[in-house]
């Protein structure tokens, strides 16, 4: 990657971004592990804690634009600079919403924790602590520009995919089960799919981070395991595809 520039001030504004970036990171990571820990111990205030921190985030990624913007215009980056600064800006916009799904979390949290208990609440914390494994290794990536690490990353996706459709085809047999599992299981499906598009958004990152290394998007697409669009409980079987949106 690009360094020792004529102009030392560029390369500090370089180092500025990934710091920055690194910072936005480590707080999707706490906003996202204290989504679940309040919404697995029933913690309202935690919850509501989540979604007042999450400004914090949307603050570091305006500093992010303002800055990057300040680069182009003044700097006009060219070749891996300008892939620095692009990538910066698409995955700064992808951490602030991973943070919002996190503060998404939290709201559900305050209604659930207002609703008897249902037995899939804890798969879901082994699903949001999946997920945030792949949130931190991928920032690792991202900040070490390792394309190999980022693309293990990208590889693991499947993993949540699987996962979440498991967890809607149970959420769904709690409702069917008894009615008065109804509202709490419908929040935590609300739950588990904002999880499954945290997984998304740390392979778009991943994807950034194969595109700074090496100039170019990975050539083979994406494989999607998610099949809760197919999923029918009750019949006995469900409809054949693939969810490839």
Do not use: W
Not at 60 to 74: N, T
Not at 99 to 111: F, H, L, P, Q, S
Not at 127 to 155: C, F, H, P, W
Request: proline share 2%; hydrophobic share 45%; net charge negative.
């Amino acid at each position: 990657m690009p360094t020792n520039h004529i102009v030392k001030s560029f390369d500090e504004d370089l180092k500025r971004l990934d710091n920055i970036i690194a910072e936005m990171g480590g707080m999707a990571e706490m906003l996202l592990a204290n989504a679940m820990e309040a919404l697995l111990k029933r913690d309202s205030e935690k919850a509501n804690q989540v979604i007042a921190n999450d400004k914090l985030l949307d603050a570091l990624e305006a500093e992010v634009d303002e800055l990057a913007v300040q680069m182009l215009a003044l700097r006009q980056p060219m070749a891996e600079d300008l892939r620095v600064v692009i990538t910066a800006l698409r995955t700064a916009s992808i951490i602030e919403r991973i943070g919002d799904y996190a503060k998404n979390i939290a709201k559900r949290t305050v209604a659930i924790s207002q609703a008897a208990p249902v037995g899939p609440t804890k798969t879901i914390g082994r699903m949001g602590k999946q997920v945030q494994s792949m949130i931190k290794n991928v920032l690792d990536a991202y900040i070490t520009r390792d394309a190999v690490k980022a693309e293990d990353v990208r590889a693991s996706d499947g993993e949540v995919d699987a996962l979440h459709t498991s967890l809607f085809r149970e959420l769904l047999t709690y409702m069917m089960e008894d009615p008065r599992n109804i509202t709490a299981c419908t929040h935590l499906l609300f739950v588990a799919k904002n999880i499954e598009r945290m997984g998304d958004h740390a392979t778009n990152i991943a994807e950034n981070v194969h595109f700074l290394v090496n100039g170019n998007a990975p050539i083979e697409a994406r494989t999607k395991e998610d099949d809760s669009s197919f999923v029918v409980v009750g019949s006995g079987h469900k409809t054949e595809g693939k969810d490839n949106s």
